[in-house]
């Protein structure tokens, strides 16, 4: 069983900077690729970033102002938002998709962080 817990969500005013951590535990034997995710009241979940064999991948919203990385020493992963704009209030989720020899095994989300961002 893999825990994904999120943190450093809270209320920032339109511009303000907010980094999200994602921290993974729970299996040490097998990789994991961490996304976020976010959801707005009244809305769906909607895709946010994930990093691939490609790079890292983000919503158009989002492009040129979050920043994704992940520490795999650590199964921790990071969402560093910048010029942060009300649309972006919602609550963030990380997901966790566990490898194992190279094969999907498993995904897990975490309970998610709220980000409120007021003009």
């Known amino acids: 069983q893999v825990q994904v817990v999120e943190s450093g969500g809270g209320s920032v005013q339109a511009g303000g900077s907010l980094r999200l951590s994602c921290a993974a535990s729970?299996?040490?034997?097998?990789?994991?690729?961490l996304s976020w995710y976010r959801q707005a009241p009244g809305k769906e979940r909607e895709f946010v970033s994930d990093?691939?064999?490609?790079?890292?991948n983000y919503v158009a919203s989002v492009k040129g102002r979050f920043t994704i990385s992940q520490d795999n020493a650590k199964n921790t992963g990071y969402l560093q938002m910048n010029s942060l704009k009300p649309e972006d209030t919602a609550m963030y989720y990380c997901r966790a998709d566990v490898f194992c020899n190279s094969a999907w095994f498993a995904t897990y989300w975490g309970q998610g962080t709220q980000v409120t961002v007021s003009l």
């Open positions: 990093i691939d064999t490609d790079g890292a």
């Open positions: 729970g299996y040490t034997t097998c990789s994991l690729d």
